[in-house]
């Protein structure tokens, strides 16, 4: 947690630890104006947090082509409605993640009918109208189209979370609440519908933004609680006899402590998820984003949201747990050549890791495509660079999150998470700096015993006690190697929309296919070495006790 419990016993575990320069692409190099060094300590006694195996999400939304923001409209056909689900790319980039998470919702989810059996209304689309609450009329979502969806949720391997319309049946007061009961009538139709096609929902949502003060309305906490509740029992009645049941999400909002607080007691037990939304860069148009991005201190203020609400959770009897359901950074559909930009993982990749460390389960991103912040182009489908930070993530961090603090620097980021699916840990390092190598170290805080993972599995214990400690270390740490994963911009341009692995431009080929992502090995005896503006994946062949 700190270098002030760095015993002096464990000076020669910072040596055994210590990492070395990697050669990346020569525009990378030549950007650095000086060198300094720093130390990552890792707790690997215990995990801190455990986020879902599945952590990472993306979100599709309801936007149509009329949806403009400051001008500029940016969602052409990227709706659940008009998205061309042939592409081969789109289909290569879901089926990649095997599975990813995909929230449907957004706004415009409160203004939509279900054209089942018991919808006696015509099965019109969206019409833009500037006098209408968000902009647009109601819209419908055909059952033809529903199903179309679900062939191709189904051919990528996709676990869908779906927004139900919460408005239904209310009335929008003078003073902008919303008051009555949520009709869930049409609601229970397109779940029976669901179930009867036998579509693999793994959850669903209750409403869009609706908590606290709300977005354009809001609802009492009592009420969505008891709302929330019906959900529950529609879910637990239409699903009967069918194992595992989708999950029960709510209030996918903002977070406000008091509404938050009496929405999860009231809640009780018919609560699996609670969903907060994050947009903590403020407006797409705002042209300070990338200072924003930069700045450590202003990064860090999300955390107060993250421990609010694990404290909320932890102080009541709920056994709910916490994710990030929609989350774009800018609002109003972010910004181009920033949200979709090289400089924009800087902020996704460090919002993941401190949701993590809050124990944050799942993490949706804003939006798989469509808007400025799309992991896809919208109108070609090729990856942004979020798109492979997400994906490096996915392969690479594993459930338990470790307690991990840098020092050195203020500009470096630091996460740590036991390995996905072998053994050992990845580190996250982040540099915010434009003009500073930093030559990073890594040191174990609270290790108990400390194991290398050889590949010929030869074992040689070194042994040194300080108090009751015995740390192992590896025979022949000079003759071992690490993997790591450095991502760059293309001629070291934050706005680029092309992203470098280990100095190789990352880009589909003909056929669509996502390329591979491949490490690099390094000595472990050699500090790590992470570029400016830069980000390093690492994988280290060590296992400690908590990712035993």
Known sequence: MGSQIFLKGFCFLACIFSYSFVSLSSQAAAAGDGSVKGTVFIDGKTSIGKIDEDFICATLDWWPPEKCDYGTCSWDHASLINLDINSNIFLNAVKAFSPLKIRLGGTLQ??????????????????????????????????????????????????????????????????????????????????????????????????????????????????YAADTISLYKIVQNIYSGVEPKPLVLAPGGFFDANWFKEFIDKTGNSLDVITHHIYNLGPGVDEHLVEKILNPSYLDGEANTFSGLQNSLKSSATSATAWVGEAGGAYNSGRNLVSNAFVYSFWYLDQLGMASAYDTKTYCRQSLIGGNYGLLNTTTFVPNPDYYSALLWHRLMGRNVLSTKFSGTKKIRAYAHCTKESKGITLLLINLDNSTNVEVKVAFNGTATLHHQQKHHRSHKYQRSHRTRNIKLPQGSESSTREEYHLTAKDGNLHSQTMLLNGNILTVNSSGDIPALEPVSVNLSKPISVAPFSVVFVHLPYVVPACS
């Open 110 to 223: 409160d203004k939509v009918i279900y054209d089942t059996e018991d919808n006696k209304e015509p099965c019109k689309q969206f019409v833009k109208n500037t006098t209408e609450m968000f902009g647009f009329t109601q819209g419908c979502l055909p059952m033809y189209r529903w199903d179309e969806l679900n062939a191709f949720f189904k051919k990528s391997g996709a676990k869908i979370i779906f927004g139900l319309n919460a408005l239904a049946g209310r009335s929008i007061q003078s003073d902008g609440s919303a008051t009555g009961t949520w009709n869930y009538t049409n609601a229970e139709s397109f779940i029976s519908y669901t179930v009867k096609k036998n579509y693999s929902i793994h959850g669903w949502e209750l409403g869009n933004e609706l908590s606290g003060s709300g977005v354009g309305t809001r609802i009492a906490a009592k009420q």
